[in-house]
């Protein structure tokens, strides 16, 4: 399996701008998170999907951010418009129940 | 407030000696017990993990210990290797929430030849 794919693995855009980052989970696992990294709040969950409903979304910090997962094998995160405090690695995980996840290579975003 | 912390954000440790990575959490209804392993530009990876039914977990050079009085873990890694150089985050679950792990902020591990 390639694993957990993410697209892009960098993204830059200007601040205003609608970003949206792309995942595709492993095969047949029923779980899906997005998460952000940053220096000063480290590895944050931001929402979560079960068999593609999304479960706790408490984690978003804006109406800004959506997120959807219209099937089993992708899902997106949007940001709009976006700001530059959103700058962060963007992980996307996968898991087939409540245990270890598997995380994709992440999407570097930098907002100017 | 930080439910899973790492109050150290880095240590250095010569090869072949024993590397401990700490980790001390505040909720009680954690029950499930994890570390990641992570180079730069790559997603965390799972190294080991541990129920709360247990107080040791050992696989290979890694092995965590749960201390649940004190709330506290510890990931030791014996011998330690260059290759081990990552940054090492612990994350805990509480099991039948459904996925949602909480991640410590990382310790940046250095191996030194």
């Known amino acids: 399996d390639a694993g957990v794919i993410q697209s892009p693995r960098h993204e830059v855009t200007e601040m205003g701008q609608e970003v949206t980052l792309r995942c595709k989970p492993i095969s047949g696992h029923d779980y899906l998170f997005w998460y952000r990294q940053t220096m000063m709040r480290g590895l944050e969950l931001l929402i979560y999907f079960n068999n593609n409903v999304p479960i706790d979304d408490s984690g978003m910090p804006e109406d800004r951010f959506s997120a959807k997962m219209p099937n089993a094998s992708f899902s997106t995160l949007k940001i709009q418009p976006s700001e530059p405090r959103d700058s962060a690695v963007y992980f996307c995980a996968s898991s087939p129940l409540n245990t270890e996840a598997f995380f994709g290579q992440g999407t570097r975003l930098t907002v100017v | 407030d930080q439910q899973v912390k790492q109050n150290s954000p880095s240590l250095s440790v010569q090869e072949g000696r024993i590397s401990i990575l700490n980790c001390d959490y505040t909720n009680s209804m954690f029950d499930y017990f994890l570390w990641y392993k992570k180079y730069p530009a790559e997603g965390p990876t799972f190294l080991i993990s541990i129920s709360s039914i247990k107080d040791k977990n050992e696989d290979g050079r890694f092995t965590v210990f749960l201390n649940k009085s004190a709330k506290h873990l510890s990931l030791h890694i014996v011998p330690s290797q260059p290759g081990d150089s990552a940054v090492y985050f612990c994350?805990?679950?509480?099991?039948?929430?459904?996925?949602?792990?909480?991640f410590g902020k990382g310790t940046k591990l250095s191996v030194k030849p």
């Open positions: 994350a805990a679950s509480v099991s039948g929430s459904q996925g949602n792990l909480i």
